[in-house]
């Protein structure tokens, strides 16, 4: 296992204890509060301290936990092992890279990176430094996606509908809402699909609040991947009610998950008649209903005990730097094509139709096909 490696090493405090890893926070905010509060419970771990920003908030947290507070979070870097990475997504790439070069283990909040580039730039440094680098698509630990692999496994999928929804609010107004709500069902599609997207169709709108900064805040898309599956997929930040549901048609069943509430539920087509010894039909069966009982497990609690195995054991996490590269890359193409389908809709419609028939669309700053359908190859 890497350890944190500084200049400034020899400022650090007695080693712990073999079977404790030494964790700290960097950035408390929204997610980063809610990442403190699980490391100061998780079990083996060694919660060290939080950096942020702003020094009172930092300040509240960790008198809360009874934790250190460092202004400069790189003074934080050579008492830990692992860090949990929650700034603005604009910092992603500076401070994740400042992490791995120290060689510290990061769990880093989704998006990957502001950018393709920043986070081919992280994952390389990730490899460089022989560093775990984990991205926080919480959704793969949310028990009801667990079920629902497990159902997916004896079922032929045909079609797959996602919806994630909410209400407008002031966080993570630094991204488009593909960036910040829709790319966790794009990593769940590719994760649950396992084929290259061959063609791709996105559209989307403003609210007049997000016009300034050309945010979009709705978006719909719909995937087709080569082995036949195709998906719709919708993300709101405008909406007057959170929703969190996927509907999978499968051959012989639809199934639906409710990531809200972790349940999930099995239709099936069948046909049983109940009738009297004269024949007489009494009632007709023509379906059923199966629901599956998940646990209740806390999503960031298993994330966060994923991340420390990995650390502890130095294994590859199930949510790495290339699932999320792949994630982000199918994104963009799609947070691009709505943007310009958006601001072209009063242009040439001839343009527009003729976007959709490949997923860079046409567009040379797009990325290209092979650029992200390579990435999204079934993974072994």
Known sequence: MSTGQSTSSSTNRAAPSPHLIRVGVIGVGNMGQHHARVLSF????????VSDISAE???????????????????LLPLVDAVCVAVPTRL??????????AGVHILIEKPIAASIAEAESLVNAAAEANCILQVGHIERFNPAFKELQNVLKAEKMLAIQAQRMSPYSDRANDVSVVLDLMIHDIDLLLDLVQSPVVKLAAS???????????????VTATLDFANGVVA????????????RRMAVHCKNSLVEADFLN???LIHRQTTANCSTDYGQVLYRQDGLIEKVYTSN?????????HFVS?????????VGGSQALRALKLASAIEQQAMEKSVGESGDGEDNNSRGDRPDGGSENLPKLGSFTDATTAIA
């Open 57 to 75: 908030r930092g300040l509240d947290l960790a008198s809360k936990y009874q934790v250190r507070f460092f202004e400069d979070y790189h003074d």
């Open 92 to 101: 992603h790439h500076a401070v994740g890279l400042a992490c791995l070069k």
């Open 232 to 243: 719709t997929v919708t993300a709101s930040k405008v909406t007057h009610s959170k929703i």
């Open 297 to 305: 497990i806390e999503p960031l609690h298993a994330e966060l005990e």
């Open 204 to 218: 989307g709108s403003s609210a007049s609040r997000s016009e300034e900064n050309g945010q979009l805040d709705y």
């Open 262 to 264: 972790h349940e999930i």
């Open 42 to 49: 998780l079990k083996d771990v060694e919660f060290v301290g």
């Open 310 to 318: 990995c650390v502890r054991g130095h294994t590859e996490p199930s």
